[in-house]
């Protein structure tokens, strides 16, 4: 199986300040077809997950432009460039490049 | 609006068996792919299985397999996952989430716990 590894598992960041979280795979998540199917998701307190990015670095529908990914093969990061209070939550990084679909532990955003 | 309703949660003794459904609807349900996807409580996300669109492709992750089966009636708009021989460890909201590898949207969850 593809292991996603994230860090930091913890982030406890400054309002207006910027944040990064790291995803790291354990197989390369080039797909045959040329595409890396590597998505984001937030899932703030009490709620579904909700998908952020997808194909690393698609923002989704409705994504505030402060959001963004990138990365490629086995490493990938999303980055928040200003952190707002609404972003506290959990971040997973999943992969659907091959079976099963992994995802990462999870990080943890906090405001410090 | 794109949303789906899952329904079928509840406390169920260890061995024993249940059947989540998932109800779609602001799109055409027959043109997607579905996956089933839990968390514990209070863990992370972990993929339980997925069938494609006709049905004819159905994966499963292997702390279910054998024991659950993914289905769909794309006649009635809706997923569902038939739980047997449940665990403790089996313990999680169930999500049902659209997409091969969108992941989108999710719906709301439902809560199995596995208790004696």
């Known amino acids: 199986d593809v292991v996603m590894t994230q860090s930091p598992l913890s982030l406890p960041v400054t309002l207006g300040q910027p944040a990064s979280i790291s995803c790291r795979s354990s197989q390369s998540l080039v797909h045959s077809d040329g595409n890396t199917y590597l998505n984001w998701f937030q899932q703030r307190p009490g709620q579904s997950p909700r998908r952020l990015i997808y194909?690393?670095?698609n923002r989704g529908s409705g994504v505030p432009d402060r959001f963004s990914g990138s990365g490629s093969g086995t490493d990938f990061t999303l980055k928040i460039s200003r952190v707002e209070a609404e972003d506290v939550g959990v971040y997973y990084c999943?992969?659907?490049?091959?079976?099963?679909?992994?995802f990462g532990q999870g990080t943890r955003l906090e405001i410090k | 609006q794109v949303q789906l309703v899952e329904s079928g949660g509840g406390v169920v003794q260890p061995g024993g068996s249940l059947r989540l459904s998932c109800a779609a609807s602001?799109?055409?349900?027959?043109?997607?792919?579905m996956h089933w996807v839990r968390q514990p409580p209070g863990e992370g996300l972990e993929w339980v299985a997925f069938m494609r669109t006709d049905g004819r492709d159905i994966y499963y992750a292997d702390s279910v397999k054998g024991r659950f089966t993914i289905s769909r009636d794309n006649s009635k708009n809706s997923l569902y996952l038939q739980m047997n021989s449940l665990r403790a460890e089996d313990t999680a909201v169930y999500y049902c989430?659209?997409?091969?590898?969108?992941?989108?949207?999710w719906g709301q969850g439902t809560l199995i716990t596995v208790s004696s």
């Open positions: 989430v659209r997409g091969r590898t969108d992941f989108d949207p």
């Open positions: 194909k690393v670095s």
């Open positions: 602001g799109f055409s349900f027959s043109n997607y792919d």
């Open positions: 999943m992969q659907g490049t091959k079976w099963p679909i992994t």
